[in-house]
């Protein structure tokens, strides 16, 4: 039977607290299964800044590139805000995706049926969405040479960003886009600005090379402005998109909305041998130690480990459904709470849905 080898970084605040939600999923399927999960704590973040003095130790380093996945929560909090650049929590975020080399983040966006009215949009637009952004995350504007900023004696100034790919940095990414679109409904959008940026003409000269590999998937190509359109039109119309690290950045804070809350919304980090896989919400300060944070965003993205790094995906689909069902059932927590649903805690809702995916074996 497989052994899997999970490093599980809560990091701060709700990241704590959610993260066991997501292990005690990984737990029950591994019983069912009879694979076996070997779960490895480490520190990340703040409380790693507490006891190491640094936000990314070596040890932890060193346990994520010997782990099959990872399952991470959240880090940062008020506590750490005022500490120097390279002692901040999130650098121990930012150093694990760059040691890693994690150069496609996989955030799916799904409008879940019975939290359509927690949508910013009316209901004939967002029902039924159910799509996923691929966003390239180690190249482009934010990390270009040239980049900087000069002074001019007239006391003017000027600053420089420069977007630059290579075509094996877009070719990787494009690869890992279709491979996500084979386990969903075979499409894919992928998106630039080529009637304007040379680099966006590479881009669409690469994917549309790639996809001579990928015969059953449906490819094509939209300009990143019609895009953002399309998504608040018709966002069922697509299903797979895939874009450079900029356009990837709003588009998918654009395609989050659709979703409701930020309880909800799952992510992966993929690229060479170990996915991160976390919630898109951050600690929150606000509610952190209360146990009333929604677990369901941690719990999803142990669904998609399942599914990206492990193969799982029959095991995902029972984990998708189990939440579904428990959400079906009326319960929900604080945050996306209603009149007349059954108000429950972090771990309450971490055991129903347990229990759902339990019972589906
Ligand atoms: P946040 O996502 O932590 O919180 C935003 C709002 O959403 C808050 O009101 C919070 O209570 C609510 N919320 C978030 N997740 C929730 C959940 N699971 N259940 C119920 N409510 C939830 O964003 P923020 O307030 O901008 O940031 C707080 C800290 O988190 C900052 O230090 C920030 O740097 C950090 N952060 C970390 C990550 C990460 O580790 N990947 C991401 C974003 C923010």
Request: hydrophobic share 40%.
């Amino acid at each position: 039977m497989a052994t899997y080898k999970i490093a599980v970084l809560g990091g701060d605040g709700i990241g704590r607290e959610v993260t066991p939600q997501a292990q005690k999923i990984l737990e029950v399927v591994g019983k069912a299964t009879g694979a076996s999960f070997e779960f490895e704590p480490a520190l990340i973040g703040g409380a790693a800044i507490d006891a190491t003095g640094e936000p990314l130790p070596e040890a932890t380093l060193r346990l994520c590139e010997q782990s099959d996945a990872i399952l991470f929560g959240a880090v940062g909090g008020p506590k750490w805000d005022d500490a120097p650049q390279e002692r901040r929590p999130e650098r121990g975020l930012l150093g694990l995706r760059k040691e890693l080399d994690l150069f496609a983040n996989l955030r799916p966006a799904t409008c879940f049926p019975m939290l359509v009215d927690a949508s910013p949009l009316k209901r004939s637009v967002v029902e039924g969405t159910d799509l996923m952004v691929i966003r390239e995350l180690t190249g482009g504007l934010y990390f270009g040479e040239p980049r900087g900023r000069e002074e001019f004696a007239d006391g003017g100034a000027r600053a420089i960003n420069t977007m630059t790919y290579s075509s094996r940095e877009i070719e990787r990414v494009a690869r890992a886009a279709f491979d996500v679109a084979m386990k969903r409904r075979k499409r894919l959008t992928s998106v630039d600005k080529a009637n304007v940026l040379i680099v966006s003409q590479l881009w669409r000269e690469v994917v549309t090379r790639v996809a001579k590999d990928y015969p059953e998937v449906q490819l094509d190509h939209v300009l990143v402005d019609n895009c953002a359109m399309a998504l608040v039109q018709k966002p069922t119309q697509f299903d797979t998109i895939v874009t450079e690290n900029t356009f990837g950045d709003i588009l998918s804070d654009e395609a989050a909305i659709l979703a409701g809350s930020m309880g909800m919304l799952p992510s992966a980090s993929l690229g060479g041998k170990v996915g991160l896989y976390e919630p898109v919400h951050g600690t929150a300060p606000d509610i952190a130690g209360k146990g009333i944070a929604n677990p369901i965003a941690a719990i999803l993205s142990a669904g998609m480990l399942l599914r990206y790094s492990l193969d799982r995906g029959a095991d995902a689909a029972r984990v998708d459904a189990a939440v579904l069902r428990v959400l079906e059932q009326g319960y929900r927590t604080r945050d996306v709470h209603e009149e007349g649903m059954r108000l429950v805690g972090t771990g309450e809702m971490g055991d129903l849905i347990a229990n759902e995916v339990r019972r589906s074996y």
